[in-house]
């Protein structure tokens, strides 16, 4: 699914009234509908509705849905507020339809001095302001956002929680912003709902498909997409009756260290349990046993050290290579590493303490093969490329870093974003709360490895891996809840995982 801009969404908006055709005022009308039904279906009437309504279009599908809910036995509340005299035509036009409702009370509100009580009970609907907000909200609105926040009642927000930007909040105070239990949004998710930070505005949030037209969905381009199962499907390649195992490469697995051996079983298991061919896990020597009892499928090559990763075997067999999962950043790694990236020509993973080597040794950038992945949290991320104060800042660093290093980041979180070399962004829907555990990524390190060893390319690699790994760690929550879920289970529902996505 594409994410779009505010600019976007009201082009594709006009457009829809021009191609469809439709009048502006029955798109509203049909927008309404759909905030009406979920309404009625997830809080029955009789309820009482308060619905705080502003000038533009956001305020004339709060009025919109006054009329439907008064219709059907809500006791409503209008709220007007008149913080300018001009109201939206199609705004003006529902106004005039609210009259002779007797289910129904319109109010004016001019000063904060007239901001009704907000019981419990009550469902309040943010139809403030949507995707035309221009800039934080201050004087009356700013009040009545406060007493909305400051009340217990259950906080619907029309498109977008009122003073929420649809992108870019990197300005925004936070003072002045709805904090809606629930986000009713039209036709597609809005880019702010996916950084972490804005979650406390943004409550549960739902689409509404709204019909708007096809021909400028699909025309209309954006660096941003959410991922879906159909989309991640279509980037599976067949196995054929014919193939073996080399068909399927050799990948190289440089993991482990002394107290860290779990990471080089996870990363290893996953990595089987995705496709691979045949696996090589290089380790130190003190973990040979450890290896080979535990995952019996995985070659093993064993490092000079008993501790710690030094060197590497000849890599003239391995098709990709992933390095990262529990090795540590001593000198001799960090020795090891800078000659392994000269040498390397295959698309390799980056992970972990593989990220803060480079992190601190930027020259090494510009040794990176082609189509190389770097898989950071938050912390590697700042490592590597920079801090930043707000997610959309640092999600431009990572689309910029991306493009500029060619290289694929995938940056974790609830909403992993993978950033691509020629620009583009994609953000995984998939994943839980869960899956913040120790020995996660490790476990999505082996995923991507094995992919880009069975030939998928780079970019490909990390969104078919992203998507599998948190879809498996949601069928491990099924059985297991999201307190005794562990990376072993995530690695334990690849399987089901697979099965799921090619159905
Ligand atoms: N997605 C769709 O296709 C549809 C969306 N609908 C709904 O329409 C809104 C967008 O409507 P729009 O009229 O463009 O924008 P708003 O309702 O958000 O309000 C814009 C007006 O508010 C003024 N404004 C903006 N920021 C502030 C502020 N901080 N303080 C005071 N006033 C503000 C703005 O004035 P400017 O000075 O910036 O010009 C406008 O007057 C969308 O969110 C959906 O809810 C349709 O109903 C169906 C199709
Ligand atoms: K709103």
Redesign the pocket.
Known sequence: MKIFSAKQ??K??AY?IEHEPIMSID??E???SKIFKWIVSHFPAPQNCKIFV????????GLALARMLAVKNYAVEVHVLR??D?L?T?AAKNLERLNGLNTLDLYEMSSIESMPWLFKDDIVVD?I??????????GL?LDVVKAMNASEANVIA???PSGLMTEDNSENSGRGIVRADYTLS??FPKLAFLFPENAQYIGEWEVLS?G?HPEIISSETTPYRMLSKEFVKSLLMPRKKFDHKGTYGHGLLISGSYGKMGAAILASRASLRSGIGLLTTHIPRLGYQILQTAVPEAMVSIDRSDIIFTEYPDLSQFKAIAIGPGIDKKQNSFRAMIDLLKEVKVPMVIDADAINIIGEHPELKKELPLGSIFTPHVKEFERLVGKSDDSYTRNCMQREFAKNNEISLVLKGAYTAICCPEGSCYFNPKGNPGMATAGSGDVLTGIILSLLSQGYPSHVAAIIGVYLHGLAGDLASVDFGVEALTASDIVDYLPKAWLYLKK
Not at 54 to 61: L, M, S
């Open positions: 969404i009201a594709i908006d829809t798109l509203m049909r927008a309404a502003g000038p533009g279009n956001n305020g004339g599908d913080i300018t001009k939206s199609d139809a302001f949507g995707s035309g907000l221009s800039r934080p909200l201050e609105v029309i498109d977008i039209f036709q709204i708007l």
